[in-house]
C-alpha cells in the first residue's frame, strides 16, 4: 500500500506541471492565431465605419481614414498584454507576474481570476460556473443512464450469445453506432418536437435547457409542472448523449464477460458447485467490469464538459455550447478558462481512473 | 446396470471392494463446424473406494474430457454428453437435476485442475475462494468456524501464516503455493472423489513431487477419498497410482493395475508409451524410442483399430474392425486384436 500511495502524491504532484505545459502552449498558439482582438477591433471599426459613411466612397478606397490610430492601437494591445513577450504575458495570465494594467497587482488564474469576456465583459469565472450546473446535469444522467443500460444489456447478451435476441440487438447496437449523437437529436426532436407526423407526436420541446417561464411557475410553487418541464426537456438530449458511448459500452461489457464465462477459474468455481448466478454475477461480472471501469475517468471529462454538438443542436447553454461560441468569436480569456477547467477535469480524472483501477483489479500495483 | 456390474465384481477378483464410481460407455461429442468431433467414444471404466486411478494418455485423448464429462462441466455448445451412464456412489450423474449436480461438485466430488495460475479469481482472495465453497456446502457453520477450516486447511497443505495467508491474492502465490491452495479447496469438504486434471503438469519439475505426494497425504488426513488423476506422464503414474487406464483416440485402450502393466504391457500403444520412457537402470544408452507418425485428428477417426496407423503389428484387420475391450488378464483388459485372452475363463466384454 505505501508504494501505491507514494505514486498517487507523485501522480497529483504531476497535475500542476502537465497544466503549466497545455496551458502555455495553447496560450502562445492563440496570440499567434490570426483574427485576435486588434483585427477584431478593426474590422469593428471598419464596419461601424463603413455604415456611418453611408457607401459613397466607394469601401476600399478610402480605407486608409479608417485606420485605427496608432495610439489606440497601441493602448489595446496594452489592454491585452500583446505589448509584452509570450511568456510575460502567459505569467500575468496565471498570476505570477505583475500586471501594469491593474496597478502591478498579481491577478490570474492563481488568484482565481479568470479574466473578462471579450465578447460580453463579463468575468470568465461566474460565466463558467454559471454553465457548469447544466452540462453537468445532462452529462451525469447521461453517464448514468448509458451505465444503467449498457451493464444490464451487455450480461444479457453475452448470456444469450447467438439468441435471436443477442443478433437484435448488435443491430440496434450497431445503427446507434453509426448515427451521430447530434444526428440523433435532430432526427428526434424533427420525430417528436414538431408537428412532421401528426400533432399528437409533438411530445417534447425543441431544445432548450427549460422552458422560458420556468422561473416564474417554480416562483409560484407549480413543482409539478416544472419537474415535468424538466423531464420534457432532458429526454432528446440524454439520449443523443447516450447513443454516443452505447454500442462501445455494451459490446464491451458482452466480449468482456464472454471471455471470463469461457475462463479457467470460472470452470473452478462450477466445479466448486457454486450456483451459475453466484458464479456470473460475482466472479466473472466482477472482472468484467475492470475495462469499464478504465473509461471513467475518461468519461469525467464528457460528463462536465459536455458535447458541444448536441448542446448546439438541442439549444443547451452550457460548458459546449460556450466553449464553441467563444472559439468561433475568438473570445480568448473564456477559452482558456474553459482550458482550465477541461486540463484540471481530465487530469485528476485520469488519476480518480487508475484509483478505481487499483481498487477493482488487486493485481493492478502502482509504483 | 445389472450384467456390468457383475462383470465389475468379476473384475474386482473376488474380493468385493465397493465401486464409488463408474464410467459406462460415456460418449462425449462436440459440434465444430459443422462436424461431429468425437473426443470420448465409449469409455467405460470404475473406480473402487480408496484407491488412486490413473487415465494417461497424449493430448487429444480424450482424457480431460472424460473427467470434465464426470463433473459435467462439458461446455454446451458446442460440447454435449451424447450417452452412457456415469454411476457415482449408486446415482447417475447423467440423470441428476442442474440443482443436485451443484450438491454433488465441490462436495462429494471435486476437482483440481491443471492451470493453477488462471484457475483461481484474479480479484478474489485465498481466503475468500476458499471460503465460499466451505460455506456453500456447509450452511451451518458460523463465520468464525469456517474461517477455522480454511486456516486448518492451508496449513494442511503446507502454507505457513495461514491465517494471514487467506487475505492475499492468487498473484501474491507462487504457482506451488496457488496449486497447494487449490488442493486445500478441493479437499476442505472431505469429498469422495478427488478429479485431479493434470495437477503438476504446469510446475516446475522441483516441485511436481511434492505437490502429488502433498495430494496423497492430505487426503489421507481427509477422509480418504478416491482420487481419478489424469496425466499424460507415466511416471505420475508410476508413482501415484493403483490402476490405470490407458486412452488413445477417445477410447480406453488398456486397463490393468499398474504394477503388471509396467511389468508387462499387453496393448501395442501401451508397449510404444513405455519404451518412450527414459530408463536409467538400460545398460548401454539407447537413443529413447519414439512412436511413428502423430494422433489421428479428432474429427477423422480411422474405422478400424485408432492405434492401427502408428502400430508395428498392424494387421488389415486393424483398419476396418475395431477391436472391443475385453478381459485378457485377469483384471487386465485391452483393446486390440492382437492380445490373446490367457487365464481368463471366459473372454468377457468389458462394455455392456
Redesign the interface.
Known sequence: MHGMTSYFIRRILLVPVTFICITFLVYAVIRQAPGGPIEQAKLQMQAAASEGGGGGGGGMGDTGSLELPQDAIDELKKYYKLDKPTPIGYLIWLGLWPDDTNHDKFSGIVQGNFGISYRHSDPVLSTIVSKFPISIYFGLIAYFASWLICVPLGIQKALRHRSHFDTGTSLVVFVGYSIPGFVAALIMMLLFATSLIGPAWEIFPLGGFRSDNWDDMWAQGEIWWCVKDQVEHTVIPVIAYVMGSFATMTILMKNSLLDNLGSDYVRTAFAKGLPERRVVFIHALRNSMIPLCVNIGQAIGLILAGSFLIEKTCNIPGMGLLGFDSLIGRDYPVIMGILVFGVVIRLTGNIISDMILAVVDPRVRFR | MSDVSETGAAQAGGTDRKKLLEVKNLRTYFDVEGKTAKAVDGVSFHVFANEVFGIVGESGSGKSVTSLSI?R?I?DPPGRIEGGEIWFNGTNLLDMSYAEM??????EI??I?Q?PM????????IGFQLK??IR??RKGLTKAEVTDRAEEMLTLVGIPDARRRLKN?P?EFSGGMRQRA?IA?ALALEPRLLIADEPTTALDVTIQAQILELMLSVREKTGDASILLITHDLAVVAETCDRVAVMYGGKVQEISDVKRLFAEPLHPYTQGLLTSLPRPDKERRKRLQTIPGIVPSIMNMPPGCKFAERCPLRESRCDTIEPELVEVRPDRFARCHLVEPEGVADAQEAQA
Open positions: 463433473m462441466l461446455p451443484r450438491k454433488i461438485r465441490g462436495n471435486s476437482m485442475f492451470e488462471t484457475a483461481l479469481n484474479p480479484v478474489f482472495t465460499e465453497a456453500h456446502h491474492y498473484h487449490m479447496m
